[in-house]
């Protein structure tokens, strides 16, 4: 995971990647929209005005499918928040 901005530079990343399991595949599209666009082989990229819902989706995330990750992506939503033309990334193989 780390934070981009318009350029593709790198703002922050996190020490933790996301710890794949089947469970992110059995994830509601409904209930999850954000997390539900994450693939171990693809990038998934989210804007400042996603981040609320990317939040929300964290607070309601099955226990199985929580880790160090999960604290690490809180803190990269604050900083997209914080900033101007930043993104969060979440990168895949």
């Known amino acids: 995971m780390a934070v981009r901005g318009d350029s593709g530079d790198v703002v922050a990343c996190a ?3 996301v710890e794949w399991t089947a469970g ?10 954000m997390l539900w666009a994450l693939t171990p082989y693809g990038d998934a990229v989210f804007n ?4 609320p819902l990317l939040l929300a989706e964290f607070d ?3 226990a199985g ?3 160090d990750w999960v604290g690490q992506a ?9 900033g ?3 993104y969060l990334w979440f990168i895949g193989d």
Do not use: K
């Open 60 to 62: 309601r995330l099955p």
């Open 24 to 33: 992110f595949a059995d994830l509601n599209a409904t209930e999850f929209p």
């Open 15 to 17: 020490e933790a990647g």
């Open 65 to 67: 499918l929580g880790g």
């Open 74 to 82: 809180r803190e990269l939503c604050q900083v997209v928040e914080r």
């Open 48 to 51: 400042q005005r996603q981040m």
């Open 84 to 86: 101007l033309h930043l």
